[in-house]
Nanobody, 125 residues
Framework: QVLLLESGGGLVQAGGSLRLSCTAS????????MAWFRQAPGKEREFVAF????????DYADSVKGRFTISRDNAKNTVSLQMNSLKSEDTAVYYC??????????????????WGQGTQVTVSS
């Protein structure tokens, strides 16, 4: 089991940037497929971004494409989400998630069995 801890959330004005980090302990992250999800109040948890074990494959929700960038540093056991041009609708709790086995359905939250506790991102307009 890998333990995930998110950091980097906070309050930012619309148009600003934040960088979220997800650090793992207990296991090396290099063998895990990783993703970021977010959940706004009253809404379901939704997919944000995905990165494969080696970083060669990434995928983004349409709502963040061109503004967010997912990356990983396996040597540091860390996955990051760089968020630029933030909008008020990006306000949510952001979670990182890990999956050991490959699945083509990487956008489905049900396919991830390891989750962090979440970090709050609030974008003021």
């Amino acid at each position: 089991q890998v333990l995930l801890l998110e950091s980097g959330g906070g309050l930012v004005q619309a148009g600003g940037s934040l960088r979220l980090s997800c650090t793992a302990s207990g296991r090396t992250l290099s063998s895990y497929y990783m993703a970021w999800f977010r959940q706004a109040p009253g809404k379901e948890r939704e997919f944000v971004a995905f990165i494969s074990t080696g970083g060669g494959t990434t995928d983004y929700a349409d709502s963040v494409k061109g503004r967010f960038t997912i990356s990983r540093d396996n040597a540091k056991n860390t996955v990051s989400l760089q968020m630029n041009s933030l909008k008020s609708e990006d306000t949510a709790v952001y979670y990182c998630a890990a999956r050991k086995l490959y699945s083509i359905a990487w956008r489905r939250k049900e396919n991830y069995d390891q989750w962090g506790q979440g970090t709050q991102v609030t974008v003021s307009s």
